[in-house]
């Protein structure tokens, strides 16, 4: 009894030092077993894999690490950009025809969102050049006057005999005037054209 009554109290210094460790203590095991957690649910195996996927897709840092849309490229030899291509509003848009190189253009806001090859008029015709805008407008059911063939995607040149639509590409000049785009192209091209929408037809477009 004599021995716990000479053995001194513990001072409020030496209290604030113990909780301290235990404080450290407790964070130290939280942190190790987070990291436990986070080390299990990235594993390559079964569900855990396709749990961590969804917390990154649905995490704040998703935009910064996402990849940039690849160009759509085609059989017919036209290129996408979806990234462009979604910032249409048809209001934004233009169609540039190159004669010399053959190919045709759509800009979104001064950019390339489609590039195709085209088939303007073959020697002996004539593809006007000039500015020029969309003012006749038939998905489907247009038939070529001259030919009896059907011209899917119908934009019609500033109320002129000439359009572009959707024909033939032979790889060199072949119409009998208008603008021949692939299928494909013309689809894409007239779902982001509207009535008034600018064409540009050059001998030669120099990019500007």
Request: glycine share 8%; aromatic share 6%.
């Given at each position: 009894?004599?021995e716990?009554?000479?053995?001194?109290l513990p001072?409020?210094?030496?209290?604030r030092q113990?909780?301290?460790?235990?404080?450290?203590?407790?964070?130290?095991?939280?942190?190790?077993?987070?990291?436990?957690?986070?080390?299990?649910?990235?594993?390559?195996?079964?569900?855990?894999?396709?749990s961590?996927?969804?917390?990154?897709?649905?995490?704040?840092?998703?935009?910064?690490?996402?990849?940039?849309?690849?160009?759509?490229?085609?059989?017919?030899?036209?290129?996408v950009?979806?990234?462009?291509l979604?910032?249409?509003?048809?209001?934004?848009?233009?169609?540039?025809?190159?004669?010399?190189?053959?190919?045709?253009?759509?800009?979104?806001?001064?950019?390339?969102?489609v590039?195709?090859?085209?088939?303007?008029a073959?020697?002996?015709?004539?593809?006007p050049?000039?500015?020029?805008?969309?003012?006749?407008?038939?998905?489907?059911?247009?038939?070529?006057?001259?030919?009896g063939?059907?011209?899917?995607?119908?934009?019609?040149?500033?109320?002129s005999?000439?359009?572009?639509?959707?024909?033939?590409?032979?790889?060199y000049?072949?119409?009998?005037?208008?603008?021949?785009?692939?299928?494909?192209?013309?689809q894409?091209?007239?779902?982001?054209?509207?009535?008034?929408?600018?064409?540009?037809?050059?001998?030669?477009?120099?990019?500007?």
């Open positions: 009894m004599v716990l009554a000479n053995r001194p001072s409020p210094g030496n209290n113990i909780m301290k460790r235990r404080v450290l203590s407790s964070a130290l095991a939280l942190a190790l077993a987070l990291a436990a957690a986070v080390s299990s649910s990235c594993s390559p195996s079964g569900d855990r894999n396709t961590a996927t969804a917390v990154r897709q649905g995490s704040a840092f998703q935009w910064g690490f996402s990849a940039k849309p690849k160009i759509e490229r085609h059989e017919s030899g036209a290129r950009d979806p990234m462009i979604s910032q249409s509003t048809k209001g934004n848009t233009r169609l540039v025809i190159d004669v010399a190189t053959q190919k045709g253009y759509l800009l979104v806001n001064g950019k390339v969102a590039e195709t090859p085209v088939s303007t073959r020697p002996g015709k004539w593809t050049r000039g500015s020029f805008t969309v003012t006749q407008r038939v998905s489907t059911g247009k038939v070529s006057t001259i030919y063939v059907e011209m899917p995607c119908w934009m019609r040149l500033s109320d005999v000439y359009g572009v639509h959707a024909g033939h590409l032979p790889g000049p072949a119409s009998a005037g208008c603008i021949r785009l692939p299928l494909h192209a013309a894409v091209i007239f779902d982001n054209t509207t009535y008034g929408t600018k064409v540009n037809v050059y001998s030669a477009w120099d990019g500007a």
